[in-house]
């Protein structure tokens, strides 16, 4: 898929792993559906993003997150508990 322009840093993480999934730019307020981020693409976000921990993700947590903020929020704090949900 197009690397999309994004307007976070190119530093961040989280918003070049979702450049990967969507053709449009974004910010910490897109919405996730409005981005073309639908349940398998996130899913390939967490994978992408976390390193491989044997944990499980709270798929039920995961859907409830509705912007790209939100999103990236979720990941960091699974990513800092070692890949427990929080």
């Known amino acids: 898929m197009n690397q999309a322009v994004h307007h976070v840093t190119s530093t961040d993480a989280v918003g070049s792993i979702i450049a990967r999934f969507v053709r449009v730019p974004f910010t910490d307020n897109s919405g996730l559906t409005e981005i073309g981020l639908d349940s398998m693409s996130l899913v390939r976000v ?41």
């Open 46 to 86: 967490v994978v992408a993003f976390l390193p491989d921990t044997g944990q499980e993700i709270d798929a039920a947590a995961l859907a409830e997150l509705r912007t790209v903020g939100e999103l990236r929020d979720w990941l960091l704090s699974v990513a800092a508990a070692g890949g427990e949900t929080p």
